[in-house]
T-cell receptor, first 113, second 111 residues
Framework: DGGITQSPKYLFRKEGQNVTLSCEQN?????MYWYRQDPGQGLRLIYY???????QKGDIAEGYSVSREKKESFPLTVTSAQKNPTAFYLC????????????FGQGTRLTVV | GQNIDQPTEMTATEGAIVQINCTYQ??????LFWYQQHAGEAPTFLSY????GLEEKGRFSSFLSRSKGYSYLLLKELQMKDSASYLC????????????FGDGTTLTVKP
């Protein structure tokens, strides 16, 4: 079955440590996105990628980094520079057509202690 | 930039009809999406509007007026499982496929 997979579902890290969140899709989608969601709020775009080996900053990229070495994979690293990393992180993918919806992974809840 | 406004919370009764509004201000509008998100889960796609008018899909319908920067999601014959957050998302033609999301409307359906 085609889909988009994030792992792990829950992640705990100590303050000051970098952590990488995994996102894999087998939908053959060109575009992939990372969003952050805080309680009671909508989704805010961190980074996005339209094609392999290319990615762009979203609205809240500071303290995060990404790579897009393969079409299927778009890992997100939350660095120690991110001031408030505890949040729910959602990865999504879509075709590059503007009229198609995004498909979301199940999310990773990151807690930094 | 974009400004997307939705009510924060709504409550309705099982079996009733509820309308969730979304207003937006943007240039280069290129479509509006509605997603449903249950607590702690991923958003799932409900509807897409790019032209003015009403799109009906079973119990759910979505309306768009581009001139007014306004959309609504209409949920009929409410069921308890419809209790969720409903997210409005706007896409611009310069956005390279990415959408900007509103903060969502949390709908509680009561018996």
């Amino acid at each position: 079955d085609g889909g988009i997979t994030q792992s792990p579902k829950y992640l705990f890290r100590k303050e000051g440590q970098n952590v990488t969140l995994s996102c894999e899709q087998n939908l053959n989608h060109d575009a992939m996105y990372w969003y952050r969601q805080d309680p009671g709020q909508g989704l805010r775009l961190i980074y996005y990628s339209q094609i392999v080996n290319d990615f762009q900053k979203g609205d809240i990229a500071e303290g995060y980094s990404v790579s897009r070495e393969k079409k299927e994979s778009f890992p997100l690293t939350v660095t120690s520079a991110q001031k408030n990393p505890t949040a729910f992180y959602l990865c999504a993918s879509s075709t590059r057509d503007s009229n198609t919806e995004a498909f979301f992974g199940q999310g990773t809840r990151l807690t930094v202690v | 930039g974009q400004n997307i406004d939705q009510p924060t919370e709504m409550t309705a009764t099982e079996g009733a009809i509820v309308q969730i509004n979304c207003t937006y201000q943007t240039s280069g509008f290129n479509g509006l999406f509605w997603y449903q998100q249950h607590a702690g889960e991923a958003p799932t796609f409900l509807s897409y509007n790019v032209l003015d008018g009403l799109e009906e899909k079973g119990r759910f319908s979505s309306f768009l007026s581009r001139s007014k920067g306004y959309s609504y999601l209409l949920l009929k014959e409410l069921q308890m499982k419809d209790s969720a957050s409903y997210l409005c998302a706007v896409r611009r033609n310069t956005n390279a496929g990415k959408s900007t999301f509103g903060d969502g409307t949390t709908l509680t359906v009561k018996p």
